[in-house]
């Protein structure tokens, strides 16, 4: 049982001062990395007081996991052409997030992946994480066989393994060469991995 | 010109010595990260002098250049498949060295992607060192079309892209999941994306 849920069910004004402790711990991470953030330095950024982080939170390992949940749900809201049946449109839609504005941008999820690895807690939440946004990307495929645009003879949760496995690699190459063609070509080469015909 | 390009050509004593210093920044740099590890921790860990490391380096910021070298270096020594002409031999040589012995593992070189991305000198470094895996991968390829087993009708270089994003993107995926299925996927996925007709 976690403090939060000893403590009975939240508040609006409770959930909206977690909320800001972990958006604020998530900016933190995400541009500096999990090693380099301290608890002080979510309660500088966050306006909390320390107490209430405890409130919350066990501790900065606990604040890791909603981090971790937080960019899952930034990521997942950024694509709602993941609820529809064409993945044309889906990898269209992110290609459209990454081109202006100073993008490619790295993974806001993915680049936690390298530094959970020694966490087995962290390390099994951020797997979590993935294998929810791979059951998101299954059903889009799903939607698309019967739709006809996807190639029926593969299942969708191996197809869905290798496209997500194709955006990370070419985020992560396109964001390193700070070259959008590549976004592109990853991109490009998700979608002819799963068509039919 | 860098201090070593000042004091001459090395002798052989000189280049192990420097060999040396590199290996032990590179191990600690892979489990820790790059800021994670300082130069005292390099001087421990290597049995070396203050002043002979910096006889070779100018300091940190150096040595990670020399570090990614290292590490392209290990990586496409663990490839010799790369210089031949068929891409399926070379996939399933990667997927051997991931099977044994606590793997899949993280990708030496692609773990420093997320933390070379604030250093613009570091970042043009480590973008050079993918380039030149991709350069070699598109010989694979190139040699593959001439074999008549890559599709013809798609540039080397463009496929040696996506085939690397496949790769690196599968490791991660890999790794985070702990799960050799997952790199099985992506490596024959890799494949599918090149083969011919």
Not at 12 to 35: K, P, Q, T, Y
Not at 132 to 137: C, S, V
Not at 146 to 159: I, Q, S
């Amino acid at each position: 049982m976690t403090v939060e849920e000893a403590s009975g069910p939240p508040t609006a004004r409770g959930r909206r001062s977690r909320e800001a402790i972990v958006a604020a711990a998530a900016e933190l991470m995400e541009a500096r990395g999990i090693a380099a953030t301290g608890i002080g330095d979510v309660l500088r950024a966050s306006g909390t007081g320390k107490s209430q982080l405890y409130h919350y939170f066990d501790g900065k390992s606990d604040l890791v996991l909603a981090v971790i949940d937080h960019q899952l749900e930034r990521v997942l809201a950024a694509q709602p052409a993941l609820a529809g049946h064409d993945v044309r449109a889906w990898a269209a839609s992110l290609w459209e997030l990454h081109r202006d504005g100073g993008g490619p941008f790295p993974c806001p999820l993915g680049v936690f992946s390298s530094q959970v690895d020694d966490d087995e807690r962290w390390r099994a939440h951020q797997s979590g994480a993935f294998a929810r946004w791979q059951e998101r990307i299954a059903g889009l495929l799903a939607r698309g066989q019967a739709a006809g645009n996807v190639d029926p003879t593969r299942e969708p949760a191996d197809l869905a393994v290798v496209v997500l496995a194709a955006v990370q690699g070419g985020l992560m190459l396109a964001r390193l060469h700070r070259d959008l063609h590549v976004l592109d070509l990853a991109l490009g080469a998700a979608v002819d991995l799963v068509r039919a015909g």
